[in-house]
Each structure stands twice: as C-alpha cells, then as structure tokens.
C-alpha cells in the first residue's frame, strides 16, 4: 500500500519536462501484491476457482501485452553508432588537457572515469535560478577548462554559458544515439585546439552533417 501511495503522490512530477513513466515504477510491485492477494481469497470465478481464475486472467493480459507492445531493444546500427561517438569522447578525453561536460548523454562522464558535473537535462533550469554549483560551469567554460563540450539539451539562454561555448569551442560532428524514446541527436564540441572532425561511419547514424550540429531544444 505504501508503495501505491508513493507512486500516486509521485504522478505530479510526470507533468514535469523530461519525465516519464518511469515514475511509477513503484506501482507495479504494488499492484502485482494486491492482485495476488485478492485472487487468492477463496470462491469461484467465471466457474474456476479464485486462484486459477486470476492466474488464467493475468497469463492472457501478459499474452496481450506482448502481442502488442514493442519494447525497443538496441539494434546492430544503435552500437555501431555509440561505439563510434563514445570512441570519439575517449579519444579527446585520452589528451589529458581537461575534464568534459556533457549536458546529455551523462553516459560519456563514466565512459571516460569522470565524475558527473552535472544531470544535463535540468542545467537550463538550474542556470536559470542560479543554483549554487552552476557558476562554476558557466565559468569553465569562460575559461576553456573542457576539453570537450557534448550537447542534446541546449545551453542555457542566461549569463555567458552560449557565448563561451562558442567561443572556445567547434563543433566537429555529432551521432543520433539510440535509446528507449527513439533517437537522441548529440553533437560533439572540441576545444579549437583540439579540435578533429568526426569522420563519418557506414553503418552508423554519425557525421558532421547539420542536423547532427544543432542541440535539440
């Protein structure tokens, strides 16, 4: 009951920006408790008894379900692509000449043994209140201190983040990654000193075409 409750009180946060179902994941051990619970009770059902009844009306919903629903499982072009992009990330993080920030995929911050400077999809708000931390970002990229800058979200509209980026850093490419919404499109920003064009791959979604420069808003 706990985790059902939790889950309700939790439905409000889906209406946020980048939310999704994934909130009420708690509801589903919930639920899957409380339809045990009840269908053991005793009685008969449609003339079979309680238990074989739900079991018999649960197995045909997760027959439907499977029918019908396509979980979106990645694909032979989906690795060739992130292979591709995250070779890229190592690549310029491998110079040593400073830490990335990646406002989207975080993914890259593990990939190349940093920590996360922060969850890319929520810096434009954060930027915006002025939320303690935030400052440093906007003054290292002033300063240049990334190696690489990787966008899907973009900068923040506030204070200098944009004029910096720009400033100091190219863009050489970028990759459509896959993933459970469809298809990320993440553009990838070396600091003109190290800047390299990203070649384009066959049998991958990455180039340096336009559509892979420009942060989705």
Same mark, same amino acid.
């Given at each position: 009951? $706990?985790? /059902?409750? &939790? =889950?309700? /009180?939790? /439905?409000? $946060?889906? +209406?946020? %920006?980048? *939310?999704?179902?994934?909130? $009420?994941?708690?509801?589903?051990p919930a639920l899957?408790? /409380?339809t045990a619970r009840w269908w053991a009770g005793a009685?008969?059902?449609? &003339?079979? !008894?309680? !238990? +074989? =009844? &739900? =079991? =018999?009306? $649960?197995a045909l919903a997760a027959l439907v379900l499977s029918m019908t629903r396509h979980f979106p499982l990645p694909t032979a072009e989906d690795a060739r692509t992130a292979r591709a992009f995250y070779t890229f990330v190592a690549d310029i *993080?491998? @110079?040593?000449?400073?830490?990335?920030? *990646?406002?989207?995929? @975080?993914?890259?911050? %593990?990939?190349?043994?940093? !920590?996360v400077e922060m969850e890319g999809s929520a810096l434009i708000h954060l930027a915006a209140a002025h939320a303690p931390g935030t400052e440093r970002i906007e003054a290292n990229l002033e300063q240049a201190r990334y190696?690489?800058?990787?966008?899907?979200?973009p900068l923040p509209e506030t204070g200098r983040y944009r004029e910096a980026a720009f400033r100091s850093y190219a863009a050489a490419g970028g990759c459509k990654l896959g993933y459970y919404f469809g298809e990320l499109t993440a553009t990838l920003l070396p600091r003109r000193d190290l800047f390299r064009p990203m070649q384009p791959q066959a049998g991958t979604r990455c180039g340096t075409s336009a559509d892979a420069q420009k942060p989705a808003d």
């Open positions: 009951m $706990l985790l /059902l409750v &939790g =889950a309700l /009180l939790v /439905l409000p $946060l889906a +209406t946020k %920006y980048g *939310a999704s179902w994934n909130y $009420l994941v708690p509801a589903v899957a408790v /409380l009685g008969v059902v449609l &003339g079979l !008894p309680r !238990p +074989t =009844a &739900g =079991a =018999a009306i $649960l *993080a491998r @110079e040593k000449r400073g830490p990335i920030l *990646a406002v989207r995929p @975080e993914y890259a911050y %593990y990939h190349v043994g940093q !920590p190696s690489l800058l990787i966008w899907a979200w």
